[in-house]
C-alpha cells in the first residue's frame, strides 16, 4: 500500500507569491495534518482536518489556509509568501483522529527567495 | 502547554557502541501519548513508537528499547549496538488527550554513527 504522498517535492518561490501543497493520505485514512519543519528545528503543528472538517489549528497567521476534500486528500495554502516560510511541509495521516500513530510523508520543501 | 525537551542536539559514537537519547516532557494532561520519530537524510518521519501514559512498562523492539518513568516526566530511547543506518535524526513528540492529534515535537538528537 502506498505511503502518505505529498506534491511537490520541491519549490521555489519569491516573496508574496502564493502557494498551494498537496497530500493523499494513506488509504482508509480520514484525518490528515500538517507541520512546517525549519531547518534545525522539530516540526511545528498547523492544521488538522477530520472528514473534510478543521479540527486542530496550530499557532500560524491566517495566511496559511488548508482545506480537505471528499476524497480525504488535502491541500495546504499559503499566501502573501515571506522569506521565514521557507521550510519542509509535512503532511501526516491518521485513521482517526485520537491516540493513533500518524503517518509522515517525504514533505515538500519549500524555498522563498 | 505542552513542552517537549531533548537536551542532546547532537551525539556520536562509533558502531556497535549503545547510545540513549533523552526526552523530558511537561504537560498537564492526564492521559497523553508520546511518539519517537526517525527522520534520515530524506525528510520523512518515520514513526518508531507509542507509549500510553497510563503504561509505565519499557519495550524492546530488537535493537531498540523505550524507558518511560512518568515520576520524571521522561521516556527515553536506547540503541543497542548501533549501526551506520542508525544515523538519523530522532524526534520524541507528545500528544495531549485533549490536544486532537496535535503533535508537540521536541527539538530533535542529531545520531551519527561512524564505522
Known amino acids: 500500500d502506498a505511503g502518505v504522498t505529498q506534491s511537490p517535492t520541491h519549490l521555489i518561490k519569491t516573496r508574496g507569491q502564493q502557494v498551494t501543497l498537496r497530500c493523499s493520505p494513506i488509504?482508509?485514512?480520514?484525518?490528515v495534518s500538517w507541520y512546517q519543519q525549519v531547518l534545525g528545528q522539530g516540526p511545528q503543528f498547523i492544521f488538522q482536518?477530520?472528514?473534510?472538517?478543521?479540527?486542530g489549528r496550530g499557532n500560524f497567521p491566517d495566511r496559511f489556509s488548508a482545506r480537505q476534500f471528499p476524497n480525504y486528500s488535502s491541500e495546504l495554502n499559503v499566501n502573501a509568501l515571506l522569506l521565514g516560510d521557507s521550510a519542509l511541509y509535512l503532511c501526516?495521516?491518521?485513521?482517526?483522529?485520537?491516540?493513533?500513530?500518524?503517518?509522515f510523508g517525504d514533505g515538500t520543501r519549500l524555498s522563498i527567495l | 502547554a505542552q513542552k517537549v525537551t531533548q537536551a542532546q542536539t547532537e551525539i556520536s559514537v562509533v558502531e556497535k557502541e549503545d547510545v540513549t537519547l533523552d526526552c523530558v516532557y511537561e504537560t498537564r494532561d492526564t492521559t497523553y501519548y508520546l511518539f519517537w520519530y526517525k527522520q534520515p537524510p530524506s525528510g520523512e518521519l518515520v514513526f518508531l513508537i507509542r507509549?500510553?501514559?497510563?503504561?509505565?512498562q519499557n519495550e524492546i523492539s530488537g535493537r531498540y528499547s523505550w524507558n518511560f518513568q512518568k515520576s520524571t516526566s521522561s521516556f527515553n530511547f536506547t540503541i543497542t549496538a548501533s549501526q551506520v543506518v542508525d544515523s538519523a535524526v530522532y524526534f520524541c513528540?507528545?500528544?495531549?488527550?485533549?490536544?486532537?492529534?496535535?503533535?508537540?515535537f521536541g527539538g530533535g538528537t542529531r545520531l551519527m554513527v561512524k564505522p
Open positions: 488509504s482508509g485514512h480520514k484525518s
Open positions: 507509549r500510553n501514559s497510563f503504561d509505565e
Open positions: 482536518y477530520y472528514e473534510k472538517e478543521e479540527r
Open positions: 501526516a495521516s491518521s485513521f482517526l483522529t485520537g491516540p493513533g500513530a500518524q503517518h
Open positions: 513528540a507528545l500528544r495531549g488527550n485533549n490536544a486532537g492529534n496535535m503533535l508537540t
